[in-house]
């Protein structure tokens, strides 16, 4: 089975999302869709896989929770790992350095747009 297509999807619309705040999404619609979720900070919105790369799991057990209490950085539910927004590297945890996977993301005619793969690698 082939991961290669790519496809490009409305998370929601940029005016929906609070500043800052988080939103989950998914691209495909097979039993492995890739998940990712999307941040909005000020004007600008950055996407990522929903992989944290210290243990593989999902970083958020609430829906659409990815961000820590203040809401400066991107944290993982499961050991504390914390991510800073508009990079995606770890900058407090168990895997300093390391880098959340991007996902392309734009702002079209008001809404939040990412294209990504259409199933988990
Ligand atoms: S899996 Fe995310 S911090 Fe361990």
Redesign the pocket.
Known sequence: MSSEAVAEIVVCRFEDLNDPDSREFHIGDGDWPFKGFVVRRGDEVYAYQNY?V????P?NWQPNQFLTEDKSQIV?A????IYEIDSGVCIS???PGKKLLPVAVLIRDGDVVVSGPTAQA
């Not at 499961?78 to 790992?81: D, E, I, K, L, V």
Request: aromatic share 0%; hydrophobic share 20%.
């Open positions: 944290c210290h243990a593989g799991h970083l993982c499961s050991h504390g790992a945890g168990p895997c």
